[in-house]
């Protein structure tokens, strides 16, 4: 499926992407806030890029949350999945630190070295380039950085787009990112945890 066809697909069934994805309240919190407010401990006000954002889901679980005291810029290429996003941010309870944008994932309109963290939950796959898609992420990633993505654990359906552990590891040690590890975490996804490098070829020299 090309670019416009997988957008255009978000868009039509963002209305429906919560019923259908059913997140579990307890599960989203103790399997994915906790641990990713854990690795960002000590800091106290990171700013956090989440690709691929959809309906909003890790920026409003964040938010929520007392312990996270910093700004998630969230970004998706569907108009519709945002909107569904920014209805939530207007009826629920959460701070306003999030911002909306609307983008390719395979060209970030950021400077390099910008965010303290950067997530791409269950999306990778249905991007145009998964490994261009990572050099992005990387890219804008602060030396020491975090980084969490997905792995899809079926790829049947995908064939050539889904990464595997090995592509997985080799693609993310190309880009300076090392600490890699690969959790199981539900059914059809895994999640791929890395830091960039402190000191990067790129970034080495630079004050
Ligand atoms: C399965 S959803 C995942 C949404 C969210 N991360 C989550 O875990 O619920 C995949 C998302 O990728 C977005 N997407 C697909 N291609 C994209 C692209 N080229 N640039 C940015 N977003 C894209 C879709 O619009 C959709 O919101």
């Known amino acids: 499926m090309g670019r416009r066809v997988v957008i255009a697909l978000y868009d039509l069934y963002a209305r429906r992407y919560d019923r259908i994805k059913a997140f579990d309240a307890y599960a989203e919190q103790a399997l994915l806030a906790q641990p990713l407010l854990d ?9 956090l890029l989440d690709v691929a954002t959809g309906t909003g889901r ?26 569904q996003a920014r209805r939530k941010l207007q009826t ?8 909306l944008v609307q983008q390719d994932a395979m060209r970030l309109p950021f400077p390099d070295r910008s965010f303290d963290a950067v997530t791409c939950l269950e999306a990778l796959e249905f991007l ?18 975090i980084l969490l993505t997905t792995m899809r654990i079926d790829s049947r359906w995908l064939p050539g787009r889904a990464l595997s552990e090995a592509q997985m590891r080799a693609a993310l040690t190309a880009l300076d990112m ?8 539900q059914e059809d996804y895994s999640q791929v945890w890395a830091r960039k490098a402190a000191t990067t070829a790129a970034n080495a020299g630079v004050r």
């Open 39 to 47: 690795s960002l401990a000590p800091q106290t006000e990171p700013l």
């Open 58 to 83: 890790l920026p409003l679980l964040l938010a929520a949350d007392a312990r996270f005291g910093g700004h998630i810029i969230a970004l998706d290429a569907s108009a519709n999945m945002l909107a």
């Open 92 to 99: 629920q309870p959460v701070r306003r630190c999030i911002s």
């Open 128 to 145: 145009p380039s998964p490994r261009g898609a990572l050099a992005e992420m990387a890219r804008v990633l602060s030396p020491g950085g």
């Open 178 to 185: 090392g600490d890699i590890t690969v959790e199981i975490w």
